[in-house]
Nanobody, 122 residues
C-alpha cells in the first residue's frame, strides 16, 4: 500500500508564510508527477501546483510568484512554500501523486493524502 501524509498547515495572518510537506511511504517503486490541490469553503477542488519527477513545475495563476513547489525524490517528499498568504488561500490542501508500486512497477496509480487545513486571517 501507499500512504501520502501532509503536514505543515495551520492558522496564519495575511501576508504570512507556511510550508507544507507531503511524505510518501509504503511499497513504492517510483513516483511520477506530484501535485498540490486545494478545496476552499463552498468551492470545488482545484489544482494549485504540480511538479514532474525531473522538477518541471506548473502553477495556477492565482499563486504564481507567491507559492513554490519542490520535491526531494530521495526522501519521497514534496513541499509547497507559501508566501504572502491571502484570506482567499484558506482551504484544505491535498497532496496528490502518481505512484508505481514494487509489485507492479510499470503501472502508475493516483493517490491522495488526507489533507491539511490552511487558514489565513485578515
Amino acid at each position: 500500500q501507499v500512504q501520502l501524509v501532509e503536514s505543515g498547515g495551520g492558522l496564519v495572518q495575511a501576508g504570512g508564510s507556511l510550508r507544507l510537506s507531503c511524505a510518501a511511504s509504503g511499497s513504492i517503486f517510483s513516483i511520477n508527477d506530484m501535485a498540490w490541490y486545494r478545496q476552499g469553503p463552498g468551492k470545488q477542488r482545484e489544482l494549485v501546483a504540480s511538479i514532474t519527477f525531473g522538477g518541471s513545475t506548473n502553477y495556477v495563476d492565482s499563486v504564481k510568484g507567491r507559492f513554490t513547489i519542490s520535491r526531494d525524490n530521495a526522501k519521497k517528499t514534496m513541499y509547497l512554500q507559501m508566501n504572502s498568504l491571502k484570506p482567499g488561500d484558506t482551504a484544505i490542501y491535498y497532496c496528490n501523486a502518481e505512484v508505481s508500486q514494487i509489485y507492479h512497477i510499470s503501472s502508475y496509480q493516483n493517490y491522495w493524502g488526507q489533507g491539511t487545513q490552511v487558514t489565513v486571517s485578515s
